[in-house]
């Protein structure tokens, strides 16, 4: 394990406080993690961007999908998902999250979180994209995602467990030989300690969500800047797969020069038999894939972008009228309210929608049990690569994916022995040479990214891009060297940094893979190859700075440590 040395320009930790395991991210994935440590007798800190039920879970509208429907079974939900991963899924991985999902789901009912039910008692399930049953159990008809935050929120604080919030995670602390040693940290104003500090333990959960903020339009909260993965690849960790990003394909048209988060028209809303049409109000999915508007997401996105083309539209409709106001204001009542408070009501119109940027299929690249190639950091959520979505996440695996990976880490850490190990983390260095982004880069960052490296790519706009970001980061080296300071260190410069980071990497893994696959659309390359490409792309950072990229041998990830066992099937 060789680590990079590279941290960002910070004042050294002013406070610190000692545990087992530190948690960073509030969402499903962390608190899940968080709880069963906690539960394992662990002593466990969560540090959150924000409070600790801001996260992204709450955003998520659809559900959580598990075979939990009489007639469905894993081997039926492996399939749909497989399909929907365009050749990349690891079917080890796929499999334990369809196996060990129903009673992961179970657990989180018992936790507290309360689904929707029949008027018989039983699970209301309901279908979407790619699916072929009936198996995404919601709550609240449209804001499951704030249920399952409400549950696991009240849990942790039920548990007196420790929380840091309003904390801006900064690097991974290490010891000498490059295990891991706890993180730094900023609480910005809010929270119990003010400034930078630091948690030392032996065992890290990065639950840190998306980086949907490094394009100009996502579904995605301001928070989600890519922090988990910027960190990671500053500590030497391996990401993969980061080219493949699933554009939603309805997301609430807020204008063209709409900018941040937007509001998401749930895909639940076409599973319950919502037709995408276009300005002459013909249903221009039918034909092009045997579910229609519900074929996976990359399909419907680019059969959206191809009938914008086509008509020179800047958006399609969603059209809900035939549901009727009652069925609107109890099944879809939070996009009902999104969607009047923008001056649009589904229940006499259709709804204008574009595809946005919406989830991260890669990620830190981990193991079966959520472990990085860095000893003693583990990832889960969206910040992981798995290996269970590959090329395209399936609709609603996301919940489900946080919620098992997440009991597997707990469970490895407490079999591990790692919180016998008190850590000793390499002094923080005195001088660190990293230049900081300044404020105004973000939106230079989302630009680019939005224009060379959206939902469609080519070799043309993804090199463009990878030079117009190296500019980025060459000035602020040069500023660096020639005026012996950067920018100001603060919340706003390292959310920059790390979107930078985050865009160079995707942007060279985008234009590494020649061809079209899943969620990744390149335009000079329409075709997907198996035969050269059926592998993935794994990016890390150089000392330097620079970025290695490179392919696996096959569609296998090796091992993530040298002395780990295969991974099981």
């Known amino acids: 394990m060789t680590t990079t040395g590279i941290r960002l320009h910070a004042p050294a930790p002013g406070w610190s406080i000692a545990a087992d395991v530190v948690v960073v991210g509030s969402g499903v994935a962390g608190l899940t993690a968080a709880l069963r440590c906690e539960a394992a007798g662990l002593r466990t800190v969560v540090v959150t961007k924000a409070r600790l039920d801001d996260g992204s879970t709450r955003w998520a509208q659809g559900g959580i999908a598990a075979a939990l429907g009489e007639g469905d079974t894993p081997e039926q939900h492996l399939d749909d998902t497989l399909v929907a991963g365009a050749g990349l899924c690891d079917e080890g991985a796929v499999r334990l999250l369809v196996t060990e999902g129903p009673d992961a789901v179970r657990r989180l009912i018992e936790t507290g979180a309360r689904f929707d039910e029949s008027s018989e008692g039983a699970l209301e399930l309901t279908r979407e994209g790619g699916h072929h049953r009936r198996r995404i159990a919601h709550a609240g008809g449209d804001a499951t995602g704030a249920e399952i935050s409400r549950a696991l929120v009240e849990a942790v604080r039920a548990r007196g467990m420790r929380t840091v919030e309003n904390a801006l995670v900064l690097d991974l602390l290490t010891d000498a030989e490059g295990r891991t040693a706890g993180v730094t940290l900023h609480v910005m104003g809010e929270g119990r300690h003010d400034g930078v500090g630091a948690v030392h333990a032996p065992a890290v959960v990065l639950a840190t969500g998306g980086m949907g903020q490094v394009f100009s339009a996502t579904t995605n909260?301001?928070?989600?800047?890519?922090?988990?993965?910027?960190?990671?690849?500053?500590?030497?960790?391996?990401?993969?797969?980061?080219?493949?990003?699933?554009?939603?394909?309805?997301?609430?048209?807020?204008?063209?020069?709409?900018?941040?988060?937007?509001?998401?028209?749930?895909?639940?809303?076409?599973?319950?038999?919502?037709?995408?049409?276009?300005?002459?109000?013909?249903?221009?999915?039918?034909?092009q894939h045997e579910l229609a508007e519900l074929a996976p997401r990359d399909i419907v996105a680019k059969g959206i972008l191809r009938r914008m083309q086509e008509q020179d539209a800047e958006h399609m409709y969603l059209d809900g009228r035939h549901f009727g106001a009652e069925m609107w204001e109890h099944r879809f009542p939070t996009i009902l309210a999104a969607c009047r408070a923008h001056g649009i009501d589904p229940v006499t119109s259709p709804i204008p929608v574009a595809p946005a940027a919406h989830y991260a299929s890669g990620g830190v690249r981990t193991d079966s049990h959520g472990r990085t190639t860095v000893p003693g950091l583990y990832a889960c959520g969206e910040v992981a690569c798995t290996g269970v979505h590959g090329a395209n996440r399936l609709a609603s695996n996301s919940l489900l994916e946080g919620l098992v990976y997440a009991e597997r880490i707990a469970a490895d850490i407490a079999a591990d022995g790692l919180h016998a190990r008190v850590p000793q983390p390499v002094p923080h260095p005195e001088n660190p040479e990293h230049p900081l982004q300044t404020p105004q880069a973000r939106f230079a960052i989302q630009?680019?990214?939005?224009?060379?490296?959206?939902?469609?790519?080519?070799?043309?706009?993804?090199?463009?891009?990878?030079?117009?970001?190296?500019?980025?980061?060459?000035?602020?080296?040069?500023?660096?060297?020639?005026?012996?300071?950067?920018?100001?260190?603060?919340?706003?410069?390292?959310?920059?940094?790390?979107?930078?980071?985050?865009?160079?990497?995707?942007?060279?893994?985008?234009?590494?893979?020649?061809?079209?696959?899943?969620?990744?659309?390149?335009?000079?390359?329409?075709?997907?190859?198996?035969t050269a490409w059926r592998r993935h792309i794994v990016v890390t950072l150089n000392p330097d700075r620079t970025l290695a990229v490179h392919t696996t041998d096959t569609t296998d990830f090796p091992p993530t440590l040298p002395t780990q066992a295969p991974q099981e099937q």
């Open 447 to 530: 630009r680019i990214m939005t224009g060379g490296a959206g939902v469609l790519r080519s070799a043309g706009s993804l090199a463009k891009a990878a030079d117009q970001l190296q500019r980025l980061h060459t000035d602020a080296r040069e500023a660096l060297a020639e005026n012996g300071r950067t920018a100001e260190a603060g919340v706003d410069t390292w959310e920059a940094t790390n979107l930078l980071c985050v865009a160079r990497a995707l942007v060279a893994a985008a234009l590494l893979r020649e061809e079209t696959r899943g969620c990744h659309w390149r335009e000079d390359r329409p075709e997907r190859d198996d």
């Open 221 to 287: 909260p301001s928070v989600s800047t890519g922090d988990g993965v910027a960190l990671a690849l500053r500590a030497g960790a391996e990401v993969s797969d980061l080219e493949f990003v699933q554009f939603h394909p309805t997301v609430l048209f807020l204008g063209p020069d709409a900018e941040g988060q937007q509001p998401l028209v749930s895909e639940a809303v076409r599973g319950e038999g919502a037709h995408l049409i276009d300005a002459d109000g013909v249903r221009f999915m039918v034909g």
